[in-house]
């Protein structure tokens, strides 16, 4: 059996007093089950404060993106061995956001996975479709595509120390959820892609939905098989709406 992840992408939002008081609330609040995992991924300024909070217990901490450089002329940039020094276990890559905004492409995401993992931290490797592109029954290709810039790249026996995400674009941040069948039907296919290659890690590996996940449908999204937990982005600002969903986790395991 899989644990269940419970991840929270703060996105840009906090202040030092927000934060304490969040996280103040999680801890407080967090499920008994050592099957389920709770994570969340502050902007990077408020990390080494958290990390300094967050040791001592089982609330883990990640970043929300990463160089893919080592050190150097990167003005803006935060290198993987940083956010490992000051305390950090995991790092999204390829979240959405990042490759519409910022311009990431597959091949740049693979690099920072690669780098990532070249110092120890856990790369939350994001896919999803645009509703354009799932309105064009291209979520397959599309989800492909991501995945096997990663995998070609890395090799699947390095997806043995991550975990992946399937956020369909047109889910986050809209109200708009994937129902628990149209998630498991891309979930069960991730599975597949990594099973093609490595039938254990497959079996292993934490597959994440993401988009819109509430309280309210948390329990239908995580009783499906393939689907591991969540990456929340909205509810995982209130302690309440995350701990919310971190104890539908609990109530399946
Ligand atoms: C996200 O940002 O990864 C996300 C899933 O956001 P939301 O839960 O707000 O849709």
Not at 31 to 55: F, H
Not at 221 to 229: E, K
Request: with cysteine; net charge negative.
């Amino acid at each position: 059996m899989r644990d269940f992840l419970v991840a929270g992408n703060w996105k840009m939002n906090g202040s030092l007093q927000a934060n304490a008081e969040l996280t103040d609330g999680i801890l407080a609040g967090m499920p008994a089950s050592d099957s389920v995992q709770m994570l969340v991924c502050p902007p990077y300024p408020y990390l080494a404060d958290l990390a300094g909070k967050l040791a001592a217990t089982k609330l883990s901490l990640g970043a929300q993106n990463v160089s893919q450089n080592e050190a150097g002329a990167y003005t803006g940039e935060v290198s993987p061995g940083m956010l490992k020094d000051i305390g950090c276990e995991y790092v999204i890559v390829g979240h959405s956001e990042r490759r519409a905004m910022m311009g990431e492409s597959s091949d740049i995401v693979a690099e920072k996975f690669m780098a990532a993992l070249a110092v120890g931290l856990k790369p939350v490797l994001c896919v999803g479709e645009t509703l354009e592109e799932r309105e064009a029954e291209r979520t397959e290709a599309v989800i492909d595509e991501q995945l096997n810039a990663v995998l070609d790249s890395a090799g699947v026996d390095s997806f043995a120390s991550a975990v992946l995400a399937y956020e369909p674009v047109w889910a986050i941040g809209t109200g708009l959820t994937a129902s628990p069948e149209q998630a498991q039907d891309v979930h069960r296919h991730i599975r597949a892609a990594i099973d093609s290659r490595n039938e254990d890690i497959a079996a292993s590996i934490q597959i994440l939905y993401g988009g819109s996940v509430k309280g309210e449908n948390a329990a239908g999204l995580f009783t499906m098989p393939d689907i591991d937990g969540g990456l929340v982005g909205g509810a995982s600002l209130k302690a309440d709406d995350f701990l919310a969903i971190a104890h539908a986790a609990a109530s399946l395991v």
